[in-house]
Structure formats: structure tokens, C-alpha cells
């Protein structure tokens, strides 16, 4: 007897092979990733100008340093996993091999501007006009706390903390263009509608996984966007609707595909198997960022994973993989 029972019939299974893919690009994405740990580090000349706030014209202190310096200082802290402390002393290290006079931002400056600082927010890329397919996933990230070996080894009293985060990506780019950060409360569907507020031009599917098979999910997008097909796995007691003979929902097409194709059938018909990359997406935020929070106030939480966002779409734009199916 085996030890995990389900397993005892598993040679007598039926199994999907598993697809095999070519990178067509190698040479070029193999650069691009050797490039992502490049230490080459400079300023150019816009920077250096705007790396001082302009005059304030309104009552109040004067800032010494632009969003842009905390965007850069938040950015290094981001990629290289540093507390505020070191990420001070890492831009001061940088600023000085390059023999600039700039204002080093001390690290309780970088906490107090994190709190307020207005990240860029993605945008599509210039002369890109074409509908996209959202995909959309959600996973958790861990807080400040009792680190992993002591709670292996004594326990803790204190249940771990955490927050979800929520990503819409672009299916054909891989880039994050959405991103919410709420309580591990919050249900996967209730963020469906500001994802899609922050979608800039048109939607021509969204993809996501059986939690957001929801009335609220179908709802808004279409108030947002008419034309965009839901793609979601309906649950499997899922039953028709009352019209589903004579006006068909989408839920409704998705059931009676999968009553004459199967799941399977209906994953490579309705364009279900591209929410893959939105787990990649994941897989790489946690592979690059990690997979928790460092900052202890909600709003520094937020910035930290707008920064994020920017960071790993940055990497992105150095080069990705363009794959050709072999088997």
C-alpha cells in the first residue's frame, strides 16, 4: 500500500502530455537576463537636473529631493531586497563612484516619502492600439513577523499576517497593468472593477480562474466593456440560466461548451490556457521582489508594490522569450 492512497491508481490514469517548447530567441533573451543583474549604474543628464524638488509655491517646507529621487532610492531597495538604512547607503556609494554633488535622501526621509509618493502608473506602450486580454490572479504576501525557522522550531502565539495582492496582466506582453493590495478578507471578485479602472483602452477578453465566477464579475466588465468576453471556469454545479435557450449568457455558452467538449475542450476553445501567464507573472514577483511586505504602514504597503510593478516591467522591456510549440 502505497503511502498516499490516491495514487495507487495513477499508472492506470489518463495523463495530458505535457507541452514542449523551443525559445526561439535565445541569444538575445539570454543577454536581456544577463542584463537584469547588471551593475552598471548612472545618471543621465534629466535626472541629475530633476533630482532636486522644484520651489514650492504654497505654504509649507521646502522638499529637497523630487519623486523622482525617491522613486530611484525605492526602486534599488525594491530590486536588491534592502532595508531604508542600506538603500541610503547604496545611493550614497553610487553618487559618489560617479563623482556627482547630489543630496543623498537619508533613510527616514525614503520612509515618510513612501507614504505619498505618486508611482507612475503602467501605461501602453506608444502606437499600441489593439484590444487586450486581461488576465487576472491574486496571491498572498507576507508581513513583518516572526521569522520561518522560529516558528518551526517553537511555534508562535501570534497567527501570521498577510495581504493579498491582485494583478491584472497583458496577456500579450506579459506586463502588469493592473495591481490592487487589500486584506486577505477581501474577496477575489470584489476587485474586478478597480483592475479594470486602471485598464487604459479597450478590453477584448478577461481571463481568470473559477473564484471569479460571479454575477459582480460578468457585470463589470460589461459595464466597462461591452464587447470583452468573460472567460472563467463556471463551478461545477453551475446550471443554466432560465434563458439559456432563447438568449444565451456567456456563463451559459461556457456550460454548454464544456457538455460538448469537456473542460479540456472548452480551456482551448475559449483561450482559458493563456491565464498560465498570470501565474508566471507571480512566480516571477516572487522570484525577483519576494513574497512579503517590508514597510509597516498600509500606504508605504501600497507604494511598495506600485514600485514593484514599475520594477518588474522595467525588466521586462530589456527582453522576454518568444517560445514555438515543438510537441
Given amino acids: 500500500m502505497p503511502v498516499v492512497p490516491f495514487k495507487l491508481n495513477q499508472d492506470r490514469r489518463h495523463h495530458i502530455p505535457r507541452q514542449k517548447r523551443k525559445v526561439t530567441n535565445w541569444p538575445a533573451y539570454e543577454a536581456s537576463l544577463r542584463q537584469r543583474g547588471s551593475l552598471t549604474v548612472w545618471l543621465s543628464d534629466d535626472a541629475i537636473a530633476a533630482w532636486a524638488a522644484e520651489p514650492r509655491t504654497t505654504r509649507g517646507g521646502q522638499s529637497w529631493y523630487s519623486p523622482l529621487a525617491i522613486l530611484t532610492a525605492l526602486t534599488l531597495r525594491a530590486v536588491f531586497r534592502l532595508a531604508y538604512r542600506q538603500a541610503e547607503g547604496l545611493i550614497g556609494s553610487i553618487i559618489g563612484l560617479l563623482g556627482l554633488a547630489l543630496r543623498v535622501p537619508d533613510h527616514t526621509t525614503l520612509s515618510r516619502r513612501a507614504a505619498t509618493l505618486a508611482v507612475p502608473r503602467p501605461t501602453a506602450v506608444a502606437g499600441d492600439v489593439r484590444p487586450i486580454h486581461l488576465l487576472v490572479d491574486s496571491t498572498g504576501l507576507k508581513l513583518c513577523g516572526v521569522g520561518e525557522w522560529l516558528v518551526e522550531k517553537h511555534g508562535t502565539k501570534r497567527r501570521r499576517a498577510w495581504r493579498k495582492l491582485h494583478l491584472g496582466v497583458d496577456a500579450e506582453t506579459g506586463r502588469i497593468v493592473a495591481s490592487a493590495l487589500t486584506s486577505k478578507e477581501v474577496d477575489d471578485g470584489a476587485q474586478v472593477g478597480p483592475l479594470l479602472d486602471q485598464v487604459t483602452g479597450l478590453l477584448s477578453s478577461f481571463i481568470a480562474d473559477g473564484a471569479y465566477d460571479q454575477d459582480g464579475v ?3 466588465v460589461a459595464d466597462r466593456h461591452p464587447d470583452a468576453a468573460v472567460i472563467v471556469p463556471p463551478r461545477i454545479a453551475a446550471a443554466l440560466s432560465a434563458t439559456a435557450e432563447t438568449a444565451p449568457t456567456q456563463r451559459d455558452q461556457h456550460l454548454q461548451c464544456i ?3 469537456g473542460r479540456a475542450g472548452w480551456q482551448k476553445t475559449s483561450g482559458y490556457t493563456r491565464r498560465a501567464k498570470a501565474e508566471a507573472a507571480i512566480g516571477r514577483w516572487k522570484q525577483v ?4 511586505l517590508r514597510s509597516r504602514m498600509e500606504k508605504r504597503r501600497a507604494t511598495e508594490v506600485d514600485v514593484a510593478v514599475h520594477v518588474l516591467n522595467r525588466m ?8 514555438v510549440r515543438i510537441a
Wanted: a neutral charge; glycine letters at 28%; charged letters at 20%.
Fill in 218 to 220: 460578468y457585470a463589470g
Fill in 259 to 261: 457538455a460538448g467538449k
Fill in 289 to 292: 521582489i519576494g513574497d512579503g
Fill in 316 to 323: 521586462l522591456e530589456l527582453g522576454r522569450p518568444s517560445y
